[in-house]
């Protein structure tokens, strides 16, 4: 008995040492099993009772082994909640009170704050309804199609998305075009981050304006440089003709949309593209070059000359449908790879595209995160209103960095230059924000921080409000200081442009003159710029720059009249929203929800992470 019991121990000892290796080693399975098969023919009863205890043991074994197992792999591919409270809890609080001397500049610029949010909120209002309630009905009731609004709710797997540049085509020379009628933006679908660029026809049938071209180029940009699919909904009558000549010849004019579609290709950014109304002359390349085309039955036409045209040149009638209708494109030509019967099924269609992609969704990742100690809502009282109204940056960042905690670089050197780390809802990002005008030393300070984010993979977060002008030298030694801070803004400005890790940048103040290249403005192509709408964007001041001489003759008060419309168009050109309706931003946020679209921009960036991304190629071509 004693000898069976032995022997019976001893097997199962081998046994759960083999079943523990074998949990975690393929190669020993059959081993196992043979091991298994005879001890079921031995000792058959005892065997089931001793199992029982061994799949206790076992479990508690493969528990501990998992959790080794789960502490060697990349941080990322765990839950890191407990990883990344330990480290953070750790950085420094920042000092949010805002100082009682400080309580008049709060309260002004709450003042200036209430009111340019009034005026944001009515032009997004105004932007919502399209080329207004009679072309929508026109375009919903006579012609049968979706409220491009409606259409990107059945597309995108949630109605919130990053809409890009709304305000983009307001009180331009040539009119308002609203939305530059045409909609971009970042939403999911299937669960995977994708630019749309989503014509408006109820804005004179969806032509293209210049602005639009310019919309349209930027969106592809983004695709571009963050690597993200893109999806087109064409519904547009091709350029908007009075405009043909700043639409057609130039470098960055129309033809680029289409250059770009194949570039996109060749760098297997797939592009998938809807024909959901007419897509006449330049419309029609854009499907056309497409990498998959869905087209909708008695909507969706595509040609280069619409019937008008061709009953002006044959004297022939032919209907739309006949000359380009889903049916002709999907069975005749080619142009088309899948019809279908009504929107609905145009959109479900492409969903269904987006998941034969082979994409990797962003992992569902639940990070645990502190929101700020001080209220979001009191970044009203400190968006400062002109750069006179400025205060301490620290208090703005304490109202947006996670736990309102912030590890300070160089904390008492080049002290008009706050730099450091800090999370974004859980995501690390080095913050680079202006706290003062950027001197020599708050110029190399920012060059160097700027190197060590580049060189850790740390995305970078600017906050910009520059000095609206410099001061003028007085002196030898004056002149001599300047040059150094040229130099070193130079360093810098080599440093951003060069750091290769993603940008975001915020406008919070002042974005004037040459400082504000050096803080990653436009032309330092940061992924995303973002304005608040009491930003202020300009290559000087209005407020600063003039003094008007007192009128006492003629030609003084010409002078002064002059100097007056300089002063009131400069006034007018500095606003948030002339900024915006000239895409030079990516559109205007309001303060409080910066942490939200921050964060959601870290999270659009980090999808290329989860790319497979082999070298460029060939674009795919139409056959
Ligand atoms: N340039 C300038 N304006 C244009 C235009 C163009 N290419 N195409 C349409 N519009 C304007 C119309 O004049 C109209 O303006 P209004 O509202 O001030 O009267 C508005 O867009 C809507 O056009 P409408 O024809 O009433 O709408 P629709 O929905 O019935 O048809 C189109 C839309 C685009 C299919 C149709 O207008 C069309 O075929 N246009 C010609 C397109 C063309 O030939 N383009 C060549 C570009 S190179």
New binding site residues.
């Given amino acids: 008995m004693l000898i069976l019991l032995s022997f019976l121990l001893r097997v199962m000892w081998n046994n759960i040492t083999l079943c523990s290796i074998c949990k975690f080693s393929p190669s020993s399975p059959s081993l196992l099993f043979s091991r298994s098969r005879i001890l079921h023919h031995v000792f058959e009863r005892k065997y089931k009772d001793l199992c029982k205890q061994t799949a206790q043991i076992l479990q508690n074994r493969s528990c501990q082994v998992a959790k080794r197992t789960c502490n060697m792999l990349p941080s990322r591919l765990v839950s890191n909640k407990a990883k990344y409270r330990r480290y953070t809890k750790t950085y420094p609080v920042l000092d949010g009170r805002i100082p009682t001397v400080y309580q008049h500049v709060f309260e002004e610029n709450l003042r200036n704050n209430k009111a340019v949010i009034q005026r944001y909120s009515e032009l997004l209002e105004m932007v919502s309804k399209g080329?207004g309630e009679n072309?929508i009905l026109?375009?919903t009731q006579?012609?049968k199609k979706l409220f491009v609004r409606e259409r990107l709710k059945m597309l995108l797997d949630d109605e919130s998305f990053l809409e890009l540049s709304p305000l983009a085509g307001l009180n331009l020379p040539y009119g308002d075009v609203p939305a530059a009628g045409c909609l971009t933006g970042i939403g999911k679908i299937c669960g995977v981050w994708c630019v749309f660029m989503a014509n408006d026809?109820t804005v004179?049938?969806?032509?293209i304006y210049p602005i639009g071209v310019k919309k349209q180029l930027r969106a592809q940009e983004i695709a571009m440089q963050n690597r993200l699919l893109s999806v087109y909904l064409v519904d547009?009558?091709?350029?908007?003709?009075?405009l043909?000549s700043e639409l057609f010849p130039d470098k960055s004019d129309g033809g680029r949309v289409f250059y770009n579609e194949a570039i996109m290709s060749a760098m297997k950014i797939p592009q998938v593209a809807v024909v959901c109304?007419?897509c006449?002359?330049?419309g029609a390349y854009v499907p056309t070059m497409a990498e998959e085309t869905v087209i909708i039955d008695k909507i969706g036409t595509l040609f280069l000359?619409?019937p008008?045209?061709v009953k002006a040149a044959t004297g022939e009638d032919v209907s739309p449908e006949d000359l380009g209708g889903a049916k002709l494109h999907s069975k005749v030509s080619g142009c088309s790879d899948h019809f279908a019967s009504s929107e609905k099924e145009a959109y479900e269609c492409v969903r269904n595209i987006i998941s034969t992609l082979n994409y990797e969704p962003l992992p569902e990742e639940v990070i645990e995160y502190d929101g700020p100690l001080y209220s979001s809502d009191e970044l009203l009282g400190l968006a400062p209103r002109g750069y006179n109204y400025t205060l301490p940056v620290k208090l703005i960042l304490s109202r947006l960095m996670d736990g309102s905690r912030f590890q300070e670089f160089k904390a008492d050197y080049g002290t008009t230059l706050v730099t450091g780390f800090g999370h974004v809802e859980g995501h690390l990002v080095g913050v680079v924000a202006s706290n003062g005008e950027l001197s020599h030393d708050a110029s190399l300070k920012g060059g160097h921080f700027v190197q060590l984010c580049s060189q850790r993979s740390i995305p970078i977060l600017f906050f910009q409000n520059t000095a609206p002008h410099a001061a003028e030298p007085t002196s030898i030694s004056q002149a001599e200081a300047h040059t150094n801070r040229l130099k070193a803004q130079a360093s810098m400005m080599a440093a951003v442009a060069c750091a290769a890790v993603p940008k975001i940048t915020v406008v919070i103040g002042g974005c004037y003159g040459s400082e504000s290249y050096v803080m990653c403005g436009r032309s330092f192509s940061p992924n995303f710029l973002f304005l608040w709408p009491n930003a202020r964007v300009a290559l000087v001041d209005s407020r600063h720059f003039f003094t008007i001489p007192k009128a006492e003759d003629n030609d003084c008060k010409e002078d002064e009249s002059e100097l007056n419309h300089l002063k009131e168009k400069l006034e007018e050109e500095s606003s948030a929203f002339y900024s915006s309706a000239r895409l030079w931003d990516d559109g205007v946020i309001l303060p409080q929800n910066t942490r939200k679209v921050v964060a959601q921009c870290l999270e659009i960036i980090n999808q290329q992470k989860y790319q497979v991304i082999s070298p460029c190629q060939y674009p795919v071509i139409r056959m």
């Fill in positions: 080329g072309a026109r375009h006579r012609n026809a004179k049938g969806g032509t547009s009558g091709g350029a908007f003709l009075p043909q109304g007419s006449v002359a330049g000359a619409g008008p045209l």
